[in-house]
């Protein structure tokens, strides 16, 4: 029997399978069976399967009627051999060492599934332009293996996980997505080969994915068969939040691809609004509630993929001191539009403004932007955020440090007014404090490095909690949440928008959505 069984779906690449057979069968690990599903290709795709399984004995080739890569790769699953199975497209390939480097780590750590980092292959430019490496991430929470990309063609699986969980994999685009929630959360252990050993080819005429309008409608076949999973296996309580962002999210994906045509993209938003309320009954009127976000980018980050479901509003690059100042002034030009925008928002300042209009169903606020100074000019106060620093003022202004005793005087005093209009416009359950602070460290998990700066991070730090304390001390009942897990607060040095301590990492910003959203999930 042998050792893995490789799965190849094929339908309509004849210019691709040559390429990707030849990196199968030139695996360094040779005690393999290769199982081609030709899915009713009407190209010479068959003719050329047909010659490699002249040339190999390893292969095994079945013919079938069109179903879709999912049904094919069921099929291979059945057929299958060996103790484990793994994927590959058949328009990618695989490095020669992709299954000796995984099968490896599995022996090594006995891993239910192991995955591996992959290039991403440009097909218009004929070369790789970037190469991904997943984290290794120790503690394997449910939050870190859900963030694990979907796709099957980056992990090497045991092959009893599919039979005895009765997991296959749906006829639409998406067949991964549908699987890979209810599979990470009955699994125990992943494991990580962190180097790029799958080449995943994109921008190819023809593939599944490069027409999203005219798959826009399996989302309503991937996404309910995966919530049945757990409703079959009696999982889907228990995870009811954090399947309701991921749907959340992927209304979202889809949302934005065919925003163009308005029209069509308002239709499929209701109706995939509609099927959010047939699995998650009052949980669903989340995405219609309307958020007003007073913070940080990472509260922003937290919050996601909520931000696009709905007009919501948000302030960030300011604080306390700034919002509840009355002088309003013509805001400078920068050339970043959502900065520009931060900008506009502190120098006008419309956050009070729309709080007593717009008729919010929830406040969520963190002070991490409070880590700016402060400036005055003519009796009026404004955040040197990073906005104002890119900026050129047109005017003289004077600086005031945020750890000056007037500054906190002054932001305690803000506070207490920030509060009172608070007290008018929300019921305290329905204002929820998410107290983040400045990460400490920043890397890898598991290859962390303090910060060259740590003193100034922890006396800001310090800062940032009396405020926190002060707010909720001076606001009873409202909502609090704290998630500074030593192990999760840290910045992916990777991060796109710079390794700052202001900034996180996924696995942080998972676990923070799930606390949120079970906050408001309460209060709907």
């Known amino acids: 029997m042998p050792t893995v069984s490789v799965i190849i779906p094929v ?30 290709s009407t190209d010479d795709s068959g ?32 057929m299958a051999s060996s103790e484990y199975v793994a994927f590959c497209d058949p328009d990618d390939w695989y490095d020669i060492h992709f299954l000796e480097m995984m099968l490896a780590k599995q022996k090594e750590t006995s891993a239910d599934i192991v995955i591996c980092g992959w290039h991403d292959y440009d ?24 963030n694990i990309r979907h796709a099957v063609w980056l992990k090497l699986f045991r092959r009893d996980i599919f039979i005895k969980n009765n997991i296959k994999m749906p006829s639409c685009i998406a067949q991964d997505t549908a699987i890979h929630f209810f599979m990470m959360a009955i699994i125990e252990k992943i494991a990580v080969v962190e180097l790029p050993l799958y080449f995943y080819l994109f921008n190819r005429m023809g593939s599944a994915k490069n027409d999203c309008f005219r798959h826009t409608a399996d989302f309503f076949e991937y996404v309910p068969h995966g919530l049945n999973l757990f409703i079959d296996a009696g999982l889907f309580e228990k995870y009811r939040i954090n399947l309701f962002v991921d749907c959340l999210d ?87 539009d959502y900065r520009q925008i931060s900008l506009n928002h502190d120098f006008q300042k419309t956050l009070i403004k729309k709080i007593e209009t717009d008729h919010f169903d929830f406040l969520i606020i963190d ?21 104002f620093l890119e900026a050129d003022m047109p005017f003289e202004y004077q600086a005031i ?45 598991g290859k962390l490095k303090y910060y060259d700066n740590i003193d100034e991070i922890r006396e800001v730090n310090s800062l940032l909690s009396d ?9 009873a009942d409202i909502k609090s949440v704290s998630f500074c897990d030593p192990n999760d607060l840290y910045t992916d040095e990777d991060f796109k928008h710079g390794c700052m301590p202001w900034h996180y990492n996924d696995n942080y910003y998972n676990k923070a959505r799930e606390i949120i959203y079970d906050c408001l999930n309460k209060h709907i």
């Not at 065919?258 to 609004?273: L, P």
């Not at 002070?367 to 906005?387: A, H, N, Q």
């Open 11 to 40: 339908f309509n690449v004849e210019e691709y399978v040559d390429r990707c057979i030849s990196s199968v069968t030139r695996q360094s690990f040779t005690d393999i069976e290769i199982i081609i599903i030709n899915d009713g």
């Open 47 to 78: 003719g050329k399967c047909l010659e490699w399984l002249k040339h190999d004995n390893r292969i095994i080739y079945v013919c079938k009627k069109n179903e879709g890569a999912g049904p094919a790769r069921n099929l291979g699953i059945q």
């Open 123 to 146: 097909g218009d430019l004929g070369k790789v332009v970037n190469s991904v490496i997943p984290e290794a991430y120790q503690g394997q929470g449910i939050h870190w293996k859900w």
């Open 250 to 336: 992927i209304i979202n994906g889809w949302y934005y691809k065919i925003a163009s045509d308005i029209e069509y993209a308002k239709r499929w938003k209701d109706k995939g609004i509609g099927l959010l309320h047939d699995y998650f009954g009052d949980t669903a009127k989340l995405f219609n509630s309307r958020i007003c976000l007073v913070g940080s980018y990472s509260l922003y980050k937290s919050l996601y993929p909520k931000i696009y479901a709905v007009d919501n509003i948000g302030h960030s690059f300011s604080g306390l001191i700034s919002y509840m100042s009355e002088k309003e002034m013509i805001p400078p030009d920068i050339d970043n």
């Open 367 to 387: 002070f991490l932007d409070e880590r700016f100074d402060v400036i005055t000019v003519d009796g009026g106060y404004y955040t040197m955020s990073d906005p």
């Open 401 to 445: 440090h945020k750890f000056d005793k007037e500054t906190i005087d002054l932001w305690k005093k803000s506070c207490l007014l920030f509060i009172e209009v608070l007290k008018k416009h929300f019921s305290a359950e329905r204002v929820v404090l998410v107290k983040n602070l400045l990460a400490e460290k920043y890397g890898k998990y």
């Open 467 to 475: 405020y926190y304390a002060y707010f909720e001390s001076n606001y």
